[in-house]
């Protein structure tokens, strides 16, 4: 058993302990609630501290940085998520190094996915990005075009389906933060109606995890509260 870092164990307990409260206030099993811990601009050392207390799941936005991570850490038995906005030219590394992608928000890129996830390989996990808040500089599909985009990317024979994904607009009011999650939940129910099998609500971070789980979420992407404070943002 490797050395635990004291530090990483005690941030993971704090978050399992917020997740396993919300989960029950909702209702709802802490265990339908997946931790995807958010590495991005912490290294692998970080990384490793937190799988040794037992965490597989990470996120990373950055490309290059996350190949480096996974480089170093192949030892290990992780299941490594793209969460950052995604360029033509990096789906290919992206379709050959993730098990899933939260950030699709056009065809073009789905198509290109589909089409360079390896043979070898399960098909690659997708959620769809929404932009559930409405604001114009940000990404995600407007919800109006979900149903034609979720179609689309359901037929490509690469990728699997599994749900939707948001980053609504920070607010620290809790009711704001829930009704946005709120409608994440209905664009997901509507979807399910119209046949597509979904199971996964990627919604809530370290500010509104809470809010989402009250609202369906299925995984959290948790960066700060397992990490500190992200000193530069690349
Ligand atoms: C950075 C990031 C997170 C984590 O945010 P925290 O507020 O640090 O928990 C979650 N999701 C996405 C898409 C991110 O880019």
């Known amino acids: 058993m490797p050395s635990r870092d004291s530090t990483a164990e005690a941030r993971l307990r704090v978050v399992r302990a917020r997740i396993a409260r919300a989960a029950i206030a909702a209702g709802r099993d802490p265990a339908g609630v997946c ?6 601009t912490f290294g692998a050392a970080a990384v490793r501290d937190l799988a040794a207390c037992g965490q597989h799941e990470f996120g990373e ?7 480096d991570k996974q480089a170093a850490l192949r030892d290990l038995p992780l299941m490594w998520h793209f969460i950052g906005p995604i360029q033509s030219n990096k789906t290919r590394a992206i379709a050959e190094h993730f098990s ?3 950030g699709v928000d056009r065809v073009k890129i789905a198509e290109r996915l589909s089409a360079q996830r390896p043979a070898g390989l399960p098909p690659l996990q997708v959620c769809i990005e929404v932009n559930v808040s409405g604001e114009a500089s940000k990404g995600g599909v407007a919800a109006a ?5 979720a179609a689309a990317v359901a037929a490509l024979p690469g990728l699997r ?4 994904m ?3 607009a920070p607010t620290s009011d809790g009711e704001a933060q829930r009704a946005a999650f709120r409608k994440m939940r209905e664009l997901f129910d509507d979807l399910r109606a119209r046949g597509h099998a979904l ?6 971070m370290s500010g509104d995890l809470e809010a989402a789980i009250l609202e369906g979420a299925t995984i959290v992407r948790i960066g700060t ?10």
Not at 35 to 40: E, F, H, I, P, Y
Not at 161 to 164: E, I, K, P, V
């Open 166 to 168: 948001a980053i609504p």
């Open 161 to 164: 389906l599994r749900g939707l």
């Open 100 to 102: 899933w992608v939260h």
């Open 199 to 204: 199971d996964t609500l990627s919604m809530g």
């Open 225 to 234: 509260a397992l990490f500190g404070e992200r000193t530069y943002l690349g």
């Open 35 to 40: 931790l995807l811990a958010v590495s991005k």
């Open 61 to 67: 936005n950055y490309l290059r940085e996350a190949l």
């Open 145 to 149: 075009e979900l149903p034609a985009l």
